[in-house]
């Protein structure tokens, strides 16, 4: 089992700048990719950002040029910087670790989500 804390979500003012974390543990043979994924009241969770194990990125539309994803692969963990954040921006987010164990088994594990709210 992995194991996903998120840290670093709050509220914030449009405009600022914001840095989510997420540290993975347990055992932990390879994360083959990270990613934040976010989840608005009402709405359907949606892709943010992923990254791969050799820092091959992908950003959703609605926030290219403004956020950042990088991940420290000894420390199994992975960082969105969030800049220039609009209203639109508040959701829950999540991150997301895919996971191969040495047998080939890929999993798919999701951390307890973080509130990011960003006021106008």
């Known amino acids: 089992q992995v194991q996903l804390v998120e840290s670093g979500g709050g509220l914030v003012q449009a405009g600022t700048s914001l840095t989510l974390s997420c540290a993975a543990s347990?055992?932990?043979?390879?994360?083959?990719?990270m990613g934040w994924y976010r989840q608005a009241p009402g709405k359907q969770r949606e892709l943010v950002a992923t990254i791969t194990r050799g820092s091959i990125t992908l950003l959703a539309d609605s926030v290219k040029g403004r956020f950042t994803i990088s991940r420290d692969n000894a420390k199994n963990t992975v960082y969105l910087q969030m800049n220039s954040l609009k209203p639109e921006d508040t959701a829950v987010y999540y991150c997301n670790a895919f996971h191969m164990d040495p047998r080939g088994s890929e999993s798919n594990y999701w951390g307890q989500g973080t509130q990011v709210t960003v006021s106008s």
């Open positions: 347990g055992s932990i043979f390879r994360i083959a990719a």
